[in-house]
DNA sequence: CTGAAAGCGCTTACAG
DNA sequence: CTGAAAGCGCTTACAG
């Protein structure tokens, strides 16, 4: 059959296919309106300078003909997709879907697109994702968390549009804009809380990219004079209720004298919780909890979560905004850094110790 | 600083921005290397018919120049984006959130980029955002999940590209292919596994979209004479935990003594709990629940969940693949109904009812 | 095995 | 206020 159109149609290249899949272009909308393409773009653009009647006579035509523009050959001709290239590490997490919804949002607004990359916590995908993304198919990258681009981060030169960090922990690169939380913060916030209880011997549940937010949990400790030693802090295998359940475990075979834990974020605190009745320890009696990031399910959980509250959207949106900003302005790619500032939200997983250690 | 730079070049419409901004294009690579652009193209095609010794220039002439194609112009010549866009009510969801990566995972074995839209749940915004995909942005697109756009899709002739339906439990339209799980049957396996422990009086929370599970549920009841009225069913006022909540703390209101809860979907399973909880129901001794969908927290919960998996990931990459066959043999828009099979799995949340209902 | 031409469907200056 | 030309950077037939 394909032969059989072909034939019909002509031999002019690729005609029989356009005639299958009957595209409207620009040109076709021109001829039946009476005027040129540059008229069509012009309406189309909403460009002024084009008189009633004749923009009249060329809607009538894109409707009549049910004319949609090729985005693809405006991108040729205007060196823009409006497309916006974002990296999570997964949109498993609800730390990162949030982001995402966030990020969608303000582009939407702005009438971009979205192109999502989930790098799974793999630096070598991220890599590859990122020299596929090269060539002019986006306007921007968005990179929001760092845990595994860290050191495969691209040098400016290297890349061809705007780079803006987001929900950056470990070191804060200069060579892009980043806008992110202030961890540091954070990881006092909850230290102080503690502190403030009378908690004196205490255990971190984090990840290795989250040394931030365990310097600012450690710094609210050495204020009173308090250390926390290396050996109180345990490293997550996994980023999940299952790594918060291994991590809580070897924290309290560890040190059974422990009268509190920060998990340093809430998708670890279900396991922590479990751990810790499997220990026989009640929370908050025997054991407080405090988290980091104030997740949804957090204050649905038994007891429900103190935890650090940081404003995820709010930081993706300014990110995106800062992109966006650079992009219109054609890759004034430096910036300074923007720091948002987290919150305690005290709920009923933390109370004093029971039996205050020395 | 502009205009010297421009005045510099030379008046060449948007030359001064390509010097700026240092484009490297396919005619530079030829140049260098003393060829046309035609073979430079080959090359980077790896299509055959090139010397070795000419295509060894040409790469060194790439790698010299760090050349890298345009894929926007790539696209408008060859009609194809290697872009395939993605509908998901949200990312928040887990059961979303992997359909997203497992689209993504097959996506990428085969080249191709992810142009995400989450449509929350918004049959407006849904509408909106495909209107703003036409135009040959993509070559392809993937809807997951009928939530909100089963009255807003599209007919196979208002849009430009294939498209596949994926998670898809409402009335399935014959215009598109479709690939989804045999959701009467999972609520049969639910159902079936309550009649089987004795249960006679329970409810069902749902959404309005969840008919098909609803209706395999009741099936299952029937087999045995028995029905589950339409009191019994109680829908969610949203998709979540606080959905959950309401939903089950309704159903114990409206009939104290059902036995058994029958969640369609995992998500809610928390707010359940909670609200058997604040009834002073011990779970399963007192109040057996079932769920949908198998996320993995819910072996998690106390008890561990029973509940319905469906093997959600293989579904999107069948489905992804579904579509990039039909992108691959231009457009064959018609297809089969793909029905994958669910499987219940026995845990922790249920039991026989306490004082079996007469 | 390699090269000159035409085309993809737009937009961007520029002349009337 | 409207039109003819050139260009965006590729690929696709086709001739040597």
Known sequence: MTDVVRAWVGSAPLAWLREVVDVVTMKDVAERAGVTKQTVSNVVAGRPGVGAATAARVNAAITELGYTPNLVARSLATGRTRTVGLFVPTVGATFYADIVEAVEDVLEEHGHHLLLCTTRFDGERARRHLAGLTSRSVDGLLIAGDRDLTCH?????????????????????????????????????????????????????????????????????????????????????????????????????????????????????????????????????????????????????????????????????????????????????????QLLQPELVVRGSTGPPAQPAR
């Open 153 to 337: 981060l691209p040098e400016p030169a290297d890349v061809r549009f705007p780079v803006v960090l987001c929900a950056w922990e470990t070191e804060v690169p200069d060579r892009f804009p980043v806008v992110t939380i202030d961890f540091e913060h954070s990881g006092y916030l909850a230290g102080r809380h503690l502190r403030g209880l009378g908690h004196r011997r205490v255990a971190v549940l984090a990840s290795p990219a989250q040394a931030l937010r365990v310097q600012g949990f450690r710094r609210a400790f050495a204020d009173d004079g308090l250390t926390v030693p290396d050996t109180a802090v345990h490293f997550t295998p996994q980023p999940d209720v299952a790594g918060g359940f291994a991590a809580a475990s070897a924290a309290l075979a560890a040190d059974p004298r422990i009268t509190a834990v920060f998990a340093a974020y809430d998708a670890l605190v279900p396991g922590v919780l479990q751990a810790a009745h499997e220990a026989g320890r009640s929370v908050p009696h025997d054991l407080s909890v405090v988290g980091h990031d104030d997740n949804p399910e957090s204050r649905l959980l038994h007891p429900p979560l103190t935890t650090v509250s940081v404003p995820r959207r709010r930081m993706a949106r300014q990110a995106t905004e800062a992109l966006l900003r650079t992009i219109a302005q054609q890759g004034t790619t430096a910036g300074p850094v």
